[in-house]
């Protein structure tokens, strides 16, 4: 069993985002620390990308304001290898197509795994176009993880068959971004999942309270939460934190 599928093995599991470099590297290593500390069971990395397809605009903003610190790929793999010293939770990259490119696939891959990242996420890869990447990720045991999408319809049993680590099920269509209300018919495709797969399926996209987290772990395997952990982060910055810690211990407590 890989690292990630372990962080659902004990119950539902909670997913925080966090965007390296907001506000600054020494910040986001407290931010990991803070949130394994308080019930994280896997943590997304999103590594700063000036063209964020999937984002909306608090994690847009995010985005940018690592990057005009001046945060890289090298320096987010720094900050990776500090944080394996001590944090034991599954990590895993949140990125785009053009960072891993630009860094050389098998270089990139190969450092996700020496570093300790257990898995990678690329959202703009289609399923179709995946295989690049997915043989790079296999020959150094790092999971690509798979997406699916209220519009994958007919594609859903046939990407499950082949997902690995966990399958991030998106919430709604659309960018990342807090919602009120989320109305797709989660239930139908995380069956069709279920059907398909034993691969944990966690969702993404639009969760933001507690009960949203919930409802959602309710219907499948974990929640996953980013534009609403940034949002604090972009509150209180350096002093983020302490926050980000007690609103991940809140939210693992309500699945």
Do not use: W
């Not at 296999?138 to 519009?151: E, F, M, Q």
């Amino acid at each position: 069993m890989t690292k990630i599928r372990q962080a659902f093995s004990r119950g539902k599991a909670f997913i925080p985002f966090i965007t390296c470099g907001d506000p600054d590297l020494e910040t986001t290593a407290a931010i990991v620390r803070a949130v394994a500390a308080n019930g994280a069971d896997l943590i997304e990395l999103g590594i700063p990308f000036s063209d964020p397809t999937a984002e909306g605009p608090v994690i847009q903003a995010a985005n940018i304001r690592a990057l005009s610190g001046g945060v890289n790929t090298d320096k987010v793999f720094d900050l990776v290898r500090e944080l394996r010293k001590d944090v034991t939770v599954p990590m895993v990259f949140m990125t785009y197509a053009n960072v891993v490119f630009s860094y050389g696939s098998d270089r990139f891959i190969r450092t996700c795994a020496e570093t300790g990242i257990d898995g990678l996420i690329l959202p703009d890869i289609p399923f179709e176009e995946k295989e690049e990447f997915l043989s790079v990720c296999h020959k150094y045991d790092v999971d690509l993880i798979s997406l699916i999408a209220p519009t994958s319809d007919k594609r859903v049993s046939m990407i499950a068959k082949e997902a690995e680590g966990f399958i991030y099920l998106v919430s709604s269509l659309g960018v990342t971004g807090v919602r009120s209300e989320i109305n797709t018919d989660l239930s139908s495709i995380v069956n069709v999942i279920r059907e398909s797969t034993d691969v944990p399926c966690a969702i993404g996209f639009g969760i933001s309270t507690p009960q949203q987290a919930h409802d959602m772990a309710a219907v499948s395997d974990g929640a996953i939460v980013g534009s609403a952990v940034i949002k604090i982060i972009e509150k209180y910055g350096k002093d983020s934190p302490e926050y980000v810690g007690e609103y991940v211990r809140s939210m693992k407590e309500a699945l």
